[in-house]
Each structure stands twice: as structure tokens, then as C-alpha cells.
């Protein structure tokens, strides 16, 4: 259905736009700014809820799509909000919202916050920008515009070797986008258009292999943004001492994106190669390593911060496995883990936030005992932790099921004879989820379970209202969209199904 | 029949009332302390009612079903995931084992609990487990299985790890073990977690593979030929697979070490998620599976590969029956002895469903294992309940500071002596006499003689730890331990009306359907032969019972029985000659008590050979391969960026002369291009 009022658009511009007025206003409100955050990011929160329930309940169709007119070499500006990147903007809209929120409490005390803010709104409309763009250079855009500001705020009010740590953050993934930026102008060259949706039917045939290193060039970038084994390393650093409602940011909504992308360009652009067996059988490979590699540094870690990027990393394995699956399930596991993994880490982010916040540790050896004292953030940890092992009656549950279910269908009965190496790698990966367990349970043993360490004893409630009600917040829809997910499975599963993959 | 196809409604809200009513808690705490409790308390009984609504569908044998739509995933394999009920004997048997059991532990709660803080969150988790333990058991397919299965297991969790303070002062309360193997509740909480864990991995590879091919996992669609679509080659390695789940749920081995550590929880979750219903979830997901995999085996022509998964349930756990046994003979703490214990006997129920499906004959073993998983819900949650008066009274979680307890609480003591006869299986009078015989049986008429062999061995060591455990709980002198609580005016007696009926009624059911365990015996036998016939297509399946082997059988049972108890009887019960004494005739006897006392050295080997390896594995690549290899190459590129630039730099001399030539050489280079260009263009 076209666009007709133009909501995607808005979507966009209001935030946008709303930026300079933060950096105008916000000198005087200071931390009151992240109210206006709040609104003006509720905005596009409202229109994807909107149009993901106008999906759901069949009014909107199969999504809206909007195409504007643009300078003539680049093709047509096309944007599309379907039941694939509808529900990811929501939630991507909805956490910015909410990290705002938190940020007023959390970020009080630091200076240059109508900067802070500006720059948050900017980074905020790139995430959402790139995932509802379809026109590869508009994609292309918006990608540089999520690095850039992140850049910045990391470089700013980060903590530690904040300035080597940005600096890294944005080597690494510009070294991915000049890549991403190679395969895009490669897709011009071999089909003479940008817009995703046409680039399937009109792909000339050219020299062997040529597809393949296209979708290869672009996944090198998208990968990078994911964090995976080996590209991770900016991963770890960045989300450490990134401020903490950045890492809130980066993490749970950002690095998703990469795994977003990959589904969408692939497999609408370039559905040969993800039928050629050996490139996905290289994918799931990577997604196990990476599985393996950041749980296994999960585990190492002393810092919470970093536990939970290095966590971040094995998650974006699994993201990878769904990509990889080739099945309607699985692509549809794919899209429910970007939402579980972005509810769970972003409140695991917040809860590491609160601790900083009220004891000024983040290293999980100084903390010990609170589940008496916070009964809230630790319910919210313990939903989180669970969530991201897969448990029901949690949304973790149904993105890894579908995730595995899906690629396991594929490995078996796609071909004439089950794929034995895809079968073990798949079963590898269903084995992970022990380290997952292991490691979230076990931090979350340390921090609040034992004797409350004298450190701690402070007076007061858990946390400012405005850093609590966020993490509840987020914690309830992971109980409820496990509970019932059939709303965003449907949603998804309708838009696989068009791919006309193997169930 | 309008009867059965709308009596359905108790079996949905059997589950949904205590799950809504665990959500509730926090809100009557509000209101009050008291209400909260008798609220918790409430939500049980109403649960307890109904299933018992449900059981005239148990008279009747047959099997009803019930669905709402739940998940969609159009275009998928999953494309519609049913919730539903399945209300069938075993599912309702089950049921009412879960419920009469948990609300019966609920009334003891209220005056066991009583004095512990932080009782909102055990009256939710409590709720929320009974809940979870009744949508498991209810499920027609193996999503909603799960979401019970892992559900119970989150409740087993938080409730081992109640007083989660792991206070060393309380340790005699609440850590579990001693000396090295001593561990604080919060660890046997994680433990128990990822010990079960690591089996439910293995069922859910094995589901995804029968879901590639069956394309659903609905357990009556599996049962109605689904599964056959399953390649048999695969069949029989996805089925070994899916026992993964029964293995760490139910504590077998090689996953059986996280149960005996769970008694760090409370004793009324011991007695309710340790000993009666969560730990029989495996068992019963068994029961569950049998028919589909029993008609993959014998009628669809698999049966070399199947019976492959019927002996490794039956070896495993005849093998962890025994194993688990012995390590019981040397325990220090009464509630481990029972965990052992349970852990035992939960492999005597896997042996008799094994070796029902090996054989053509299933009867005997089908009805065995699910008559002894009643019999054992009852007499050990007893068991457990008294040893929480005995806790309770000594103060204390060890059997020697226990010791001449008969005197002061007579009533305790006879009930434990009761419902230890019916784990022992002392003949006629006792329900765990009657299932016991009919597992031993099965195993025997199988043919499978070493089976019977351990099995029967077995049953000698249980008569050993039990009359043991009486023995040092309720006999010998006075400790030193109670004389002092004595002085200290701690007035040690039977314990209050909620504690004491509760057990007082599971003794009484245990040594009721023992009394009534030969008709009962024959009743469930006829019921699940009309069930597993109809389901099976085999028509009514007939029950063979050789007399012969029966007779055979109890002989035996009595005979090891006798040979176990007595020696127990001698050391510690009549004390002539004591443990001590024995163990300094006979100092080879030390080394055996330790072996066994230590696990058989299982679960140190666990730590010390794979946990701690593994953990330490995961420093070293954090150092060696983060910090160096990749932190490495980073400072390699950033660096030799740097010596490239300041290599460069020092062609930036400043001098004007060596500039302007440069310049020049530049110029010049400029317009020599610029006439190859014009030229060539």
C-alpha cells in the first residue's frame, strides 16, 4: 500500500528536524532536554506501532511504501515499512524513547548535554533511516549516519581511553561501510539500479562468482557492524565505555542492524547465492564460531559492561544462523531475535547503567547480594538473562526455536541427502545456548546473590524513578511477546513466506 | 458422550488457576501476611479439586483433546502451534499425583515456613511451579511441554536458592555437604540449572529433527503416523537424543549430580520438586513418547534401531538406580540420603518403561513404571515431610546430630517407619512393594538378566541406607547436639497439625493402596492395557501374567530385602557392634565408606576435569587470543601506520629550496599528463 500521508517520512524528519532545536533549547532545560528526546522519538515509536498492527490486523496490507523522487543517477528515494523492518523501527524508536528517559537521571551531571542530545536524535533517525530505506545508496546514507554520531558521543562523554576507543569503533566499521560501499556500486554496475527490489529481476549475468563476491562485499561491512568472529574487536571496547545509554543504543539496536540488512539485501537482491549451499554453509560456520567465541569471553569477563558486549557478540551469532537458515522459520527467528536480544541487552545495559549510577562499580566482583535490596532490577536482570538463553515463557524462547527449527528443517530435507555439516553445526550451536545460561546465570549469581558487601549498604531506593521504569518497561513486553508472539511471528512469517523459500 | 468431549475445562484450568495465582501473590502480600499465605495455600487446593474433576475420564481409559490456536508462522514449518489439553490416564494420573502432593506440601509450608523471610517469593514461586509442573503434564504438544518443562525448572531454581543470602552462620540450615564438596544454595541453584540444561539441549536438537521431517509436534498427530515420516536411520539417534531431557531432569546418570546438591533448597521444595513431581517430568515425558516410539519399533519395522533407544533408557537406569543407591549407604545428611534415594528410584521407573519397549510384552513394564512413580510420589514426599519435623526439631541438616529422636516425636517415627517400608518394598502391606515387584518382574520376563540382576541388587542397598537412615535419626543415644538445645530450653516434640497431617495422610495413602496394591495393580494394568491398545492399534493388549515369574520375583525381592536390612539393623539400630567399631575391625570398610561417601568420585571428577578446565579455557583465549593475537594485530596496523606517517614526515624538512623544487618536479609532472591527455583525446 503507498505511503499516502507520508508517515514514513515524518518518521524521520521529525526527530531529525527536532535536532537543532535540542541544541538550541538545551542549554538552558540542560538534563530536561531528554524530555523533548522522549517526544520527539515517540513520534516514529507511535507511527511503527501503527503500521505494524495495521499489518497484523490486515488493514495496511503488507506494509506501506513510499517512493520520492532524487537526483536521477541514484534512482528513485524509496522507503518501506512491511512486516519485516516495521516492527524492528518500532522497537529501535521505542528503546531510543525510553533510553532518553533513562538518560535524564543517568547523564544529570555531564556537560555539553544539548550536544548530547542533539547527537542522540541524529544517531537515533540513522538507525531507523537505515532500516526502512530500500534504495541502497539512501541505505548506504544512513548507515554513515548511525557511525558518525555514535562516533562522536563515545569520543565525548565516553569513560576511559574514550578517544582511542571511538577512534577504533569508527576505523573498524568505516573500513566495513567502504566495503558495503564497494558490493553497492558493484550492484549498480551489474544491474543498473539502486533499489533493492529491482536489482533481482534485472542482474545481468556475468562472470562466475561475480554475484557471489557482490553479496561477499556487502556482507564483509554488515558482518563488521555485527560484531562477528573475527571483526568483533571494536565490539568489546566500544560498548564498554560507551556512555551507558549509548551502549543501551549500540548495542541491542545497532548492531542488529547488520543482521537486518543482510536479510533484506540478500535475499530480495541476490536470492541465488543464498540458495548456493557451500556460501551458507560458510555463514552458519562464522555464526557458530562467533557463538562459541563470544560466550566463551563472556565467560572470562570480570567487567559487567563488557560481559555484556562480549555477550552481545555470541547473540549476533545466533542472528547470523537465522540469516543463514534460508527457511521461512528461520528468517522469521531471525527477526524475533533482533527484538528479544534488543529488549534483553538493552535492560542489561540499563541495569549496568544503575549500577554505576548508585555504586560507581560496574565490576561485577564488587558488587554481591543485592537481590534484597533491588528486588526490581533483579526480577528485570533474571527475565533478561533468561530471555537471551532462549527460556520460556520469555521472546528469547521463540527467536533461538524458530532460529534452530528453521535452519535444521533447511540442513535436513532442502537437499536430496541431509547436509551432515550444516546438521552439526546447527547442533553446535543449539549447544551454546549452555554458555549462555552459564554465563548470564552465573554474573547474575554474583551480583545479587550472597551477603550484601558493606560497599553497598547505602540508604535509598533502587534507582531514580526514570532509570527503573524503562527497565520494567521492557522487561514486561519480554514476558508477554514470549507469552504471545504470534503478533510479530505472524507479521514476519507472512512477509518470509513471499520469498517463496523452503518452509 | 457429551460427558467426555466438554469435562475438559478442568484440565486448562488446572494449570491457568495457580499460574494466576502465583501473579496474585504479590498483590495479597499487600494486603497482608496472613491472607497471602492462606491465599497461596488456597490456589492449591482449588488445583487439587480440579483434577480430581478430571478423574472419571480415568475410569473410562480413553483419550480427549482439546485445542485453541496459539503461535502462527504462516508459510513455516510451524505454521500453526495448537495450544491444547491431551486428558488421558497417564496425563490424569499425573496430574492428580502433582496436585494432591503439592497441596498437601502447601499446608505443611505454612507452619514450616513460618518463621523465614522473603515468603512472597516462595508462595509465588510455589504457585508458579505447580502451575508450570500441571501445563507440562497437561500439554498435547512438545512447545507447551516445554514452556512447563523449562518453567518448572526457573521455580526449581529459585526455590533451591531461596535463602539465596548463602549465609555461612546458617550453614547447618541451609548450605549442602561438608568438607570439600560443602556448596552454598546460590551455587546448587545454578548448578541444578545448567545441569539440566545441558540434557534439555540434547531433546531439543532430537525435536527439531523429528519436526524437519514430521512437521508437527503435536503428540497425537506424532502418535497417528508423523513420526514415521522420520528417515528410521534418524529415528532411533533423535529419540537417544531427546532422552537427553529425561536424563537431567530426572537425575540420571551422567546428569544426575545436581539433585542430590538441590537439598539446599527448603525441605518442602525437596519434598515437592525434588523427590514427588519435577523430577518425574523426565519420567513422564518417557511414558509420553512410548507409544509413538514403541509403534516406530514393532510395527514400522525399525526395531533393531529402536530397541537401541529402549536399552539405553533401560541400562541407564538400571545403572544410576544402583549407582545412586550405594552413595546413599554413606551420607551424613538426611535429605541427601532421600535424594540419593530418589534419584534411585527414578531409575528403577526408566528401567521398567526400557525394558517395556524392548519386549512385545509392554504391559508389565508400562503400568510398572507409572505404579511406582505414584507410589514413590507418595512415600517420599512423606519421607522428606518427616525428615523436615526432624530438621526442624534438631536444628540441624545431619543425621549425627540427630540420633534417639523415637522418644520425643513417636508420631514422626512411625510414620517415617511406614513409608520407609514402602520404599524398601516390604511385602503386602506397603503400595512400593507392589509397584517395585512389577518393575523387577518386567525386567526379568525380558529377559535381560543382568538387568534384573542390578535391579534386584538394588533393592538390598535400599533396605541398607534406609533402615540406616532410621536408625541414626530415631535410635542410639542422645547427641551431644540435642542435649544442648535441650539446656538451651529448645522443647523438642512431635511438630504442630500442619506439619503433622499432612504426612500423617501420604502415610496413610501409601499403606492404603498397599493394602489394596494387588486389586489396584490389576485395575491400572487393565486401564493403560484398553489405553496403550487403542493408541497402539494393537486392539486390547493382553497381560501375559506368568505366575511363575511373579512368585520367582517376590522371592527374590524379600531375599535382598532381608540381606540389606539386616546388617543396617545390627550397626545401627541395635548398635552391637556400632559403625565405629565395625570400621576399626575392618579398615578396608574406611576406604569403601569414602569412596561412596564421595559420590564414587563423580562429581569431583565433574569440577575438577571438566567445569574448572573449561572456565580456565575461557581466560586463556580471553588473554591469548583477544588481548594478544587481535589487540595485537590492531597495535601492529595502528602502529606501523604511525612509523609509515613519521617516515613520511621527515620529507617535510622546511628547507625553501628542496620545497621549491619539489614544487617544480611537480609542475612539470602536471603538464606532461595534461599533454598526453590533450594528445590522446
Known sequence: MMDELGLILQSLIVPAATSPFVLWLGRDLRHRAGWIVFGAMMYPTIIYGYISIGIYLGFLGEGLTAVYPWAPLLDRFTLLADGFSSPIAFLISLLSALIALYSIDYMEGSENLESYYALYLLYAVGMVGTVVSTNLVAFFLFFELMLIPSWALIAVWGTGRKEAIAFKYFMYTEAGALSLLAGVLLTKYASGTFEIFQVADRLKAGPPGFTTLIVSLILLGLLVKMAIFPLHNWLPDAHAEAPTPISALLSPAMIGIGGYAAIRITYTAFPVVMKDSRFTTTLLGLAVTTMFYGGLMALAQKDLKRLLAFSSISQMGYLLLGAASVSTLGLTGAGVLYLSHGLAKAILFMVSGVFMHSFHTRLIDDLGGLAGKMPYTATATLIAFLSLAGVPPLVGFWGEVFVFAGSMKTALTSMLAPNITQVWLISLAVISSIITAGYGLWAFRRMFFGELKPSLRISGPEAPALMLAPIIVLAFITVLLGIYPTTISQVMGQLFSNLKLPP | ?681
Open chain 2, 1 to 681: 458422550m457429551a460427558f467426555s468431549s466438554e469435562w475438559v475445562w478442568p484440565a486448562w484450568l488446572c494449570w491457568i488457576i495457580p499460574l494466576i495465582g502465583a501473579a496474585l501473590t504479590p498483590l495479597a502480600a499487600r494486603v497482608n501476611r496472613r491472607l497471602r499465605d492462606y491465599f497461596a495455600v488456597a490456589v492449591s487446593i482449588l488445583t487439587a479439586f480440579m483434577t480430581i474433576l478430571l478423574l472419571p475420564h480415568l475410569m473410562r481409559g480413553e483419550l480427549i483433546h482439546n485445542q485453541v490456536d496459539w503461535v502462527q508462522v504462516p508459510g513455516s514449518t510451524l505454521i500453526s502451534v495448537k495450544a491444547g489439553v491431551i486428558v488421558d490416564p497417564l496425563s490424569v494420573i499425573m496430574a492428580n499425583v502433582v496436585s494432591i502432593v503439592s497441596m498437601l506440601i502447601m499446608v505443611y509450608s505454612l507452619a514450616y515456613m513460618e518463621k523465614e523471610e522473603g515468603l512472597t517469593r516462595y508462595w509465588f514461586f510455589m504457585n508458579l511451579f505447580i502451575g508450570n509442573m500441571l501445563l507440562l503434564v497437561m500439554s498435547d504438544n512438545f512447545i507447551q511441554l516445554l514452556f512447563g518443562w523449562e518453567g518448572v525448572g526457573l521455580c526449581s531454581y529459585a526455590l533451591i536458592g531461596f535463602w539465596y543470602r548463602d549465609s555461612k552462620a546458617d550453614w547447618l540450615k541451609c548450605w549442602v555437604g561438608e568438607g570439600r564438596e560443602a556448596y552454598p544454595p546460590s551455587h546448587c541453584g545454578l548448578k541444578a540449572f545448567i545441569a539440566t540444561r545441558i540434557g534439555d539441549v540434547g531433546m531439543l536438537i532430537g525435536v527439531f529433527i523429528i519436526l524437519a521431517y514430521a512437521g508437527t509436534l503435536s503428540f497425537t498427530e506424532l502418535q497417528e503416523g508423523a513420526v514415521l515420516k522420520v528417515p528410521l536411520w534418524l529415528l532411533a539417534p533423535a529419540a537417544i537424543l531427546m532422552f537427553g531431557g529425561p536424563v537431567g531432569k530426572s537425575a540420571q546418570l551422567p546428569l544426575m549430580e545436581w539433585l542430590p546438591d538441590a537439598m539446599a533448597g527448603p525441605t518442602t521444595v525437596s519434598a515437592l520438586i525434588h523427590a514427588a513431581t519435577m523430577v518425574k517430568a523426565g519420567v513422564y515425558l518417557v511414558g509420553r513418547l512410548f507409544p509413538m516410539l514403541y509403534t516406530a519399533a514393532w510395527t514400522a519395522g525399525s526395531a533393531n534401531q529402536m530397541i537401541t533407544f529402549f536399552y539405553t533408557v533401560a541400562w541407564i537406569g538400571v545403572v544410576t538406580a544402583f549407582v545412586s543407591g550405594t552413595q546413599a549407604m554413606a551420607s551424613t545428611e538426611i535429605k541427601k540420603v532421600l535424594a540419593y534415594s530418589t534419584v534411585s528410584q527414578l531409575g528403577y521407573m526408566m528401567l521398567a518403561l526400557g525394558v517395556a519397549g524392548s519386549t512385545a510384552e509392554f504391559l508389565l513394564g508400562y503400568t510398572g513404571g507409572i505404579f511406582h512413580l505414584m507410589s514413590h510420589a507418595m512415600f517420599k514426599a512423606a519421607l522428606f515431610l518427616t525428615a523436615g519435623a526432624l530438621i526442624h526439631a534438631s536444628h540441624s541438616r545431619f543425621l549425627y546430630h540427630m540420633g534417639g529422636l523415637k522418644r520425643y516425636m513417636p508420631l514422626t517415627f512411625w510414620c517415617t517407619v511406614l513409608t520407609a517400608f514402602s520404599l524398601m518394598g516390604v511385602p503386602l502391606l506397603f503400595s512400593g512393594f507392589w509397584s517395585k515387584d512389577l518393575i523387577l518382574e518386567a525386567a526379568l520376563t525380558s529377559g535381560q538378566l543382568w538387568m534384573f540382576i542390578l535391579a534386584c541388587l538394588t533393592v538390598a542397598v535400599t533396605a541398607f541406607y534406609t533402615v540406616r537412615m532410621i536408625g541414626l535419626a530415631f535410635y542410639g543415644p542422645e547427641t551431644e547436639r540435642l542435649k544442648t538445645l535441650k539446656e538451651e530450653g529448645v522443647h523438642i516434640h512431635d511438630p504442630p497439625p500442619a506439619m503433622k497431617l499432612p504426612y500423617l495422610a501420604l502415610a496413610a495413602g501409601t499403606v492404603l493402596f498397599g493394602a489394596a496394591g494387588f486389586m489396584f495393580r490389576d485395575w491400572l494394568k487393565a486401564v493403560f492395557a484398553r489405553f496403550l491398545g487403542e493408541v497402539l492399534g494393537l486392539g486390547e493388549a493382553h497381560a501375559t501374567h506368568g505366575s511363575m515369574a511373579a512368585w520367582i520375583v517376590t522371592a527374590f525381592s524379600v531375599v535382598m530385602l532381608i540381606a540389606g536390612a539386616a546388617p543396617a539393623y545390627l550397626l545401627y539400630v541395635k548398635r552391637r557392634p556400632t559403625a565405629d567399631q565395625l570400621l576399626a575391625i575392618r579398615p578396608s570398610l574406611a576406604s569403601l565408606r569414602a569412596f561412596l561417601f564421595n559420590r564414587w568420585y563423580i562429581n569431583r571428577f565433574y569440577y575438577q576435569a571438566l567445569l574448572e578446565p573449561f572456565i580456565a579455557s575461557a581466560g586463556w583465549l580471553f588473554r591469548g587470543v583477544e588481548s594478544k593475537a587481535i589487540d595485537g594485530v590492531n597495535s601492529f596496523l595502528s602502529g606501523s601506520t604511525q612509523r609509515l606517517v613519521g617516515w613520511f614526515r621527515r620529507t617535510h624538512t622546511g628547507i625553501l629550496n628542496l620545497n621549491v623544487v619539489g614544487m617544480s618536479l611537480g609542475f612539470i609532472l602536471m603538464i606532461l599528463i595534461l599533454i598526453r591527455l590533450a594528445l590522446g583525446g
